[in-house]
């Protein structure tokens, strides 16, 4: 499994998980309706389908999900166990339960009568089915990770007491869902745990290196002393990679920081560098992308062709602009711009777009200040390259410049870049601050929300009204 679908495996599992409580709540809504008049158990008259309250069933599935939403039970699959996971669907299916009816009440009035007599029975069998449902996924996960299907690679950042705890809980973690690679300390040269000798494979100086070597997706550090200095460049280094960073902390630590719930083998654990924009969040903001995007170009397809044939007339050269960036991941990809520099700009040398650049056409301005050269994108963001919403993709040689000049650039790239982002949106365009387009960017990466979004693309359409875009 390579390192990228190890990494997406929680957004997959997710979805199956969502899909999968629609599917119990569904069933329970339908057994509930059999059981009360179709099988004789009760009295009463029933209605004369189970069509007729086919409605309510999408809004309880629909108010199941928000549920689980609100319990933050889709940002990753729980693994947790029977008690749990019985409480965890309680909860989802009750406040279901509650949206169905009334919506039912404001809504589908002439239903409520058969709802009220279901839905006592549905919300009970709505417990127990998704209860199962999620019991049945978790252990096809347990016979995928035995089989190395969406195990996480991790290395132990120090192999004192606490490192071997870690290591141990991590090899008797029940779900197999972590492969532990080895450690890094500055002093040992082994690590016994039990019966078994694990190496260590350096110092926490060839950090970098050893998660490129053997595809490390998360680091946790188990130095609890560790100097603030000696943790920034263990996650300057591990954020360069791509990999997520787990902190055993010390008592203060533990006092003043939200934990990882569940941590490892039950071993409270500080998610240091991990994003919001997990799991079904990733498949909402997706969805988004794809049915605004696809509506705005269908929209704008037509004065796209004249714009391109404006380009043509006013300057030498082809309508478009393809240059390579880099996205997620820090995966390069061509992005697709209307020109807007006289042909041969590039031989000025590398260097972004600066007030009054005596390089831009005069459409070209036009088009800058309204935001248009930037539609084209919109083939980027369908293709999957990039998102509405999120950090601005910089070229390849920016990006080697720019991870050694400011701390933790590299996680604006765990996420696909945008057409627009919030250091857009703040004025952060052009020939800005870099350090100051990071900060913004990391902000957006760790504070994602769906209203979120909307929000830039709000604000990005009232620039582009006034004017204010370049």
């Given at each position: ?7 997406n495996?929680?957004g997959?599992?997710?979805t ?6 629609v ?13 009360r008049?179709?099988?004789g158990?009760?009295e ?11 409605p309510?069933?999408?809004?309880f599935?629909i ?8 319990l ?12 749990d996971?019985?409480?965890?669907s309680a ?5 279901g339960?509650?949206l ?14 058969p709802?009220?007599?279901v839905?006592?029975i549905?919300?009970?069998?709505g ?9 049945l996924l ?6 995928l990770a035995?089989?190395?299907i969406?195990?996480?690679?991790v290395?132990?950042?120090?192999a004192?007491?606490e490192g071997r705890?870690?290591g141990?809980?991590?090899?008797q973690?029940?779900s197999?869902?972590?492969e532990?690679?080895?450690?890094l300390?500055?002093?040992e ?11 260590v494979?350096g110092?926490?100086?060839?950090l ?11 680091v946790?550090v188990a ?8 943790l ?6 591990a954020?360069a ?6 902190l055993?902390?010390d008592?203060f ?14 071993l ?7 994003v919001?924009?997990r799991?079904l969040?990733?498949f ?5 992308d ?6 705005v ?12 044939l404006i ?6 050269g082809p ?9 997620r991941?820090?995966r390069?990809?061509?992005i697709?711009?209307?020109r807007?520099m006289?042909?041969?700009?590039d031989e000025y040398?590398?260097?972004w ?5 005596p390089r831009?056409?005069r459409?070209?301005?036009?088009l ?13 963001v369908i293709r999957?390259?990039m998102?509405?919403v ?12 720019f991870r050694?000049?400011f701390?933790?650039y ?6 696909r870049a945008?057409?627009?982002g919030w250091?857009?949106?703040?004025g952060?365009?052009?020939d800005s ?15 994602w ?9 709000l ?10 875009a370049?």
């Open positions: 499994m390579t390192t990228w679908a190890r990494r495996w929680g997959l599992v997710s199956f998980s969502l899909v999968a409580d599917i119990a709540v569904g069933l329970a809504l339908v057994a509930a309706y059999y059981m008049y179709r099988f158990w009760f009463g008259t029933p209605p004369n389908r189970f069509l007729f309250l086919a309510v069933t999408v809004v599935g108010a199941t999900v928000i549920g689980g939403l609100s933050g039970m889709y940002s990753r699959f729980r693994t947790a166990g029977p008690v996971r019985v409480a965890r909860g989802m299916v009750t406040i339960s509650l169905a009816v009334a919506a039912t009440f404001f809504i589908f009035t002439d239903r409520l009568e709802v009220r007599n839905m006592p549905a919300w009970l069998l417990i127990v089915f998704v209860t199962m449902g999620r019991s978790a252990m096809c996960l347990r016979l035995q089989r190395g969406g195990v996480q690679r290395l132990v950042v120090g004192g007491a705890e870690v141990g809980r991590l090899l973690d029940p197999h869902r972590y532990l690679i080895g450690f300390d500055d002093f040269s082994q690590v016994s745990i039990g019966d078994l000798e694990l190496p494979l110092t926490a100086a060839a970098s290196d050893l998660i490129a070597e053997h595809e490390i997706d998360k946790v130095i609890p002393s560790l100097s603030h200095d000696d920034l460049a263990i996650l300057a280094d954020e990679s791509y990999a997520d960073v787990w055993l902390p008592l630590q533990l006092m003043v920081s939200p934990v990882v719930e569940g941590g490892v083998g039950g409270p654990l500080i998610a240091v560098n991990e919001r924009l799991g969040s990733r909402a903001k997706r969805t988004l794809l049915v605004v995007a696809t509506i170009l269908v929209l704008t397809s037509a004065p796209m062709l004249l714009i391109a380009i043509k007339l006013d300057s030498k309508a478009f602009y393809v240059q390579t960036r880099v996205g991941d820090g390069p990809f061509p697709v711009k209307f807007t006289i042909s041969g700009a040398g590398q260097t777009t600066v007030t009054n650049d831009q056409t459409v070209g301005r036009l800058r200040r309204y935001w248009i050269d930037e539609l084209p994108q919109l083939l980027n999957g390259d998102s509405l999120g950090p601005r993709p910089e070229q390849p040689d920016y990006v080697s410049r050694g000049e701390s933790r590299m996680v604006r790239h765990r996420e945008g057409v627009t250091a857009q949106v703040n952060m365009r052009g601050s870099i350090a100051e387009r990071t900060r913004y960017d990391l902000y957006y990466v760790e504070n929300s769906l209203l979120f979004d909307l929000r830039i693309l604000r990005t359409l009232l620039i582009v009204m006034r004017g204010d370049s």
